[in-house]
């Protein structure tokens, strides 16, 4: 099962988050029919918007991600919640990364550095808070890493690592989150940056069967941690047609007249999960007919 789970080391200076994200991953990825480098940006993105999101929201917020560096993979869009359920997709599923000098894909090509990483974080009731930083690596967590110093001020440190086999089948996929806390002195954080350089990615770890506690360990060394808590991580629900209905009736009444007198109806296919929804000529006018229900209140 997917997780994330939540630690402080005993002496309170550092705060981490641990996430196995394999499943989910996988799941998103072979329901998009993702190319071998795209699952590895797409993946990453993934397991950051989980992280980030359990360390800022709480209650009933939900954040989404935009990331678009003008790459050919387009934009990569995710959301998550406060019990850290997932959604996510890419405009162009099927791109393909130029290799690097060692012959691997290169990610930040692929992503492009030419855009942003916008960050919009909503709770009931008040207005949207929109954080955005220029891209700095497009390699996923360097780009988070900077957004948590820039735009939330909190020196962290993100890692994300997604391993594909040769098959293009997703393996495993996971990534840590380090956060300083006060107290933390400058010799601590020297020891700490150059022990995570050395470390492995969390992905291999993850396919060697390690668990929490034991990458926990190895990513603090000689500081010991408490798990505070571990939650599941899973895939979001399918929005219900209600939602796109409700969508449908933000659109001009002209359109929604068109819908009816040229299409005779009305597809929409949700990009988060590419199912169908299906209106009739009759659906539509009942949203048309509540849209100027509303309107003349409003008058």
């Not at 935009?66 to 405009?91: A, D, F, H, M």
């Amino acid at each position: 099962m997917d997780y994330l789970a939540k630690s402080i080391t005993k002496n309170g200076h550092f705060r981490a988050y641990v996430a196995d994200a394999s499943n989910v991953v996988k799941q998103m990825t072979e329901m998009h029919k993702m190319s071998p480098d795209v699952i590895v940006a797409f993946g990453r993105t993934l397991i950051a918007t989980a992280l980030v999101g359990s360390s800022l929201l709480k209650e009933d917020d939900q954040m989404h991600i935009s990331i678009n560096g003008r790459g050919p993979i387009g934009q990569i869009v995710t959301e998550t919640n406060s019990k850290s359920e997932l959604r996510g997709y890419v405009t162009n599923p099927k791109a393909i990364a130029k290799t690097n000098t060692n012959g691997e894909a290169d990610i930040s090509n692929l992503v492009g550095l030419n855009g942003t990483l916008r960050v919009t974080k909503v709770h009931p009731g008040l207005d949207p808070y929109t954080g955005e930083v220029k891209l700095v690596t497009g390699q996923i967590g360097d780009d988070f890493t900077y957004y948590l110093a820039q735009s939330e001020q909190i020196p962290s440190a993100v890692g994300v690592s997604v391993f594909v086999d040769s098959k293009g089948l997703v393996k495993s996929a996971g990534g840590f989150l380090l956060q300083t806390l006060p107290g933390a002195n400058d010799t601590e954080l020297d020891l700490l940056e150059q022990h995570l350089r050395k470390m492995p990615n969390i992905s291999s770890m993850l396919a060697e069967g390690l668990s929490a506690n034991q990458i926990l360990a190895q990513l603090f060394a000689n500081l010991k941690v408490d798990i505070l808590e571990t939650i599941p991580l899973k895939t979001a629900d399918e929005l219900p047609k209600k939602w796109y209905a409700d969508a449908i009736g933000t659109l001009p009444k002209k359109e929604i007249q068109a819908m009816i007198d040229e299409d005779h109806g009305a597809e929409i296919v949700s990009r988060f999960t590419e199912k169908k929804y299906n209106f009739s000529k009759e659906e539509l006018k009942k949203i048309l007919a509540l849209k100027m229900d509303k309107k003349l209140g409003e008058e």
